[in-house]
């Protein structure tokens, strides 16, 4: 009796055998690697339920019928890795070798642009701001033009 089965590690065997993709680790990355965040799949808090929880045969079942599908897995990524894996280290090289290409080069630019202290003002100003500056230009033309009037005037003997 202590060592029959649990109907919950029967139904759990059951579903290995019939869905075993819901036993992986679905979010390992494509470097195979899991991590706490990437280890987890549908039915991990079962599991280990039954593992602090369960008794030595439903320990031993849950453990045999996993390990048939983790190894499942790791045959997946290590023919992947035979496959593919110096393509994929290659291509992960060249992107980061580009990625640092860019940022010298956005350095650099920085180094020969040096951000100006007081940038043009008219393009960081608003429409009103831009209006009264226009309005002001237009003042100081006017008073510019009656100034040279006068002078000009005075010069040719005229009246103030």
Request: a negative charge.
């Amino acid at each position: 009796m202590a060592d029959e089965l649990h109907a919950v590690v029967r139904l759990l065997l059951k579903r290995m055998k019939s869905h075993p993709e819901e036993f992986t680790y679905v979010a390992s990355g494509a470097d195979g690697i899991r991590s706490p965040l990437r280890g987890i799949n549908r039915w991990d808090a079962y599991l280990q339920d039954i593992s602090e929880g369960g008794n030595e045969a439903e320990k031993a079942a849950i453990h045999k019928g996993l390990r048939e599908i983790r190894l499942g897995e790791i045959h997946e990524r290590v023919m992947d890795e035979l496959i593919n894996g110096e393509q994929r280290r290659a291509d992960e090289r060249r992107a980061f070798e580009e990625e640092q290409k860019r940022y010298n080069t956005l350095k650099q630019q920085k180094a020969l642009h040096p951000p100006q202290q007081y940038q043009n003002t008219l393009s960081n100003i608003s429409g009103a701001q831009l209006a009264v500056a226009e309005q002001d230009m237009f003042i100081s033309k006017n008073q510019y033009e009656q100034n040279l009037y006068e002078q000009l005037k005075q010069a040719l003997g005229g009246s103030k």
